[in-house]
């Protein structure tokens, strides 16, 4: 592969289950090396989309170009949609041997160094039923390994985990993008994604919402929401300054304001004996976008959105 040849290269991918198109017509770049997020609400159409670049379901319409090959014999991609899957009565050793004989190649002995980089050496003869959600996500990414991936494809893999597990389970795909690999992976979680991604692209109804980096991203994003409440909230009101948006909401305030802005606010209140009882952040500008981009559609088709960002 060239050195600045796209991971991934999708043009008009369309997928239709009976009455639902889960995929309407989506254009996606990966760049090499890149750690690449997709985010939206639940039944957006990520899983579907990414169940469609490993060669898993066939789409109705579009081309997919993967490592620049477009004949998906998909050499060089390796991953997981849903939850990976093992024998629970086996150990992780065995599941992964069982793997690498299908894989064939230099699989089986990648076996140990796959173990040791997901930090599973030392439970890899144990069951795998007897493993946590966190072990069993890791053992994914092992078998993933085993093909010694240039583009991982990972979907929701810090689902169901606990913080400790979110915490390894990132540390792990930031260490796999320092050796090189190409990371393609969904989220419900704008918080991960931010921690974790160069670029991001934010799905909506089959469709993409945002296509961009990071940054281009947090530079559309709406000045963050802060909770404030005051020794007195009427006086709190009147000096609302330059850049700081304060209304009454609740028993308290609502405050929309960049960092600096709100720094300068909170000082005058102090010079002008309000003193300042409370202040949360009640809404990242990351989150906020998210919910500006997303919402609408997930009101309208009453899909929850409580396990949003
Ligand atoms: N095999 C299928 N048969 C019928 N409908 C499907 C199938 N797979 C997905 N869908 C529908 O397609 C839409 C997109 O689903 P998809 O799972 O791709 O979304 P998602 O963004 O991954 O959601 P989630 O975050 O809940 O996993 C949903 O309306 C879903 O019900």
Redo the contacts with the bound molecule.
């Keep these: 592969m060239a050195d600045n040849q796209p991971a991934v290269e999708a043009h008009g991918l369309v997928k239709r ?2 009455d ?1 198109t ?2 309407a017509g989506v254009d996606l770049r990966v760049g090499p090396g890149r750690v690449h997020g997709m985010v ?12 469609m670049l490993m060669g898993l379901v066939r789409p109705d319409a579009g081309t997919i170009r993967i490592l620049g090959q477009q004949d998906r014999s998909l050499d060089g991609v390796a991953g997981f949609v849903e939850a990976p899957r093992f024998y629970p009565y086996l150990s992780g050793r065995r599941n992964l041997a069982l793997l690498a004989d299908l894989d064939g190649g230099g699989a089986r002995a990648r076996i140990d160094a796959s173990l040791e980089v997901v930090g599973l050496s030392d439970s890899a003869g144990a069951r795998v039923g007897g493993y946590s959600v966190g072990m069993r996500q890791r053992l994914g990414i092992a078998a993933a390994l085993l093909r010694d991936p240039r583009l991982l494809i990972l ?2 893999p810090a689902s169901g985990l606990d913080p400790a597990g979110m915490r390894d389970m990132r540390a792990l795909i930031a260490r796999l993008a320092e050796d090189g690999v190409t990371v393609l992976l ?1 989220s ?1 979680d704008m918080d991960e994604v931010e921690d974790l991604c160069d670029d991001v692209t934010i ?1 909506r109804a ?1 469709q993409v919402v945002f296509d961009g980096t990071m940054d281009e991203l947090r530079d559309k994003a709406p000045d963050p929401a802060f909770r404030l409440a005051t020794s007195d909230d009427e006086r709190a009101l009147a000096l609302a300054g330059p850049g700081v948006e304060v209304r009454a909401e609740g028993d308290g305030l609502l405050v929309h304001a960049q960092r600096e802005q709100l720094d300068a606010y909170v000082i005058a209140l102090g010079r002008d004996g309000v003193a300042v009882r409370r202040l949360d952040l009640e809404s990242s500008a990351l989150k906020a976008l998210f919910f500006r981009l997303t919402e609408s559609d997930a009101e309208e088709r009453g899909v929850p959105t409580k ?1 949003g960002p």
């Design positions: 289950f009976e639902t889960a995929v939206g609400p639940n039944g957006a159409g990520k899983t579907t989309l990414l169940t979907d929701e969904s419900h799905m089959g396990e």
